[in-house]
């Protein structure tokens, strides 16, 4: 009987745990969204959850910490899958520079046969040759993926920096 008490008091830890990092997890994410109210009660609710497992911990021995570090390690994974899949699809800005004028518009072309919204440029290379520059907005993982296999297909050199908005 005792035995089944202990392995199920582990499991209520590991699970109110898992909980408490969704939590933790989420005001990060609540913040970075300035969502200062709901960020907020998210600290509130993990404090508490917090001292009360400390209370426990300090209570059942030393194994208790390794279920509360495993179970801290799949609530913050379970917290940003959950982040992932309810987030709406971010855009994703690429700035593309080269200097071979010919393979940017290859690319330009690229983008436009694919319906990826893109502002093309007149730019210069360090030896001042024209040259274009394209900034493609991929609204989509997809259109970002199309961007990707582009330039790992192609046999020229870009320069790209990629910001998600």
Do not use: C, H, P
Request: glycine residues 2%; positive net charge.
């Amino acid at each position: 009987m005792q035995t089944i008490t202990i392995i199920l008091n582990i499991v209520i830890v590991f699970l109110i745990k898992v909980f408490d990092n969704i939590i933790g997890t989420s005001k990060t994410l609540l913040i970075q969204k300035n969502k200062s109210v709901l960020a907020s009660f998210t600290v509130i609710i993990s404090q508490i959850i917090f001292y009360k497992l400390i209370d426990i911990v300090d209570n059942d021995g030393k194994y208790m910490i390794y279920v509360v570090a495993i179970a801290s390690g799949l609530g913050t994974y379970l917290a940003l899958l959950i982040s992932n899949i309810f987030s709406k699809e971010r855009t994703y800005v690429n700035v593309i520079l080269s200097d071979n004028k010919k393979e940017m518009k290859k690319l330009r072309d690229f983008l436009k046969t694919n319906k990826i919204t893109n502002l093309t440029t007149d730019a210069y290379t360090k030896d001042w040759k024209k040259t274009i520059a394209i900034t493609a907005y991929a609204e989509t993982k997809n259109d970002s993926k199309k961007i990707d296999e582009f330039i790992s297909n192609s046999d020229n050199k870009f320069k790209r920096i990629i910001e998600i908005q």
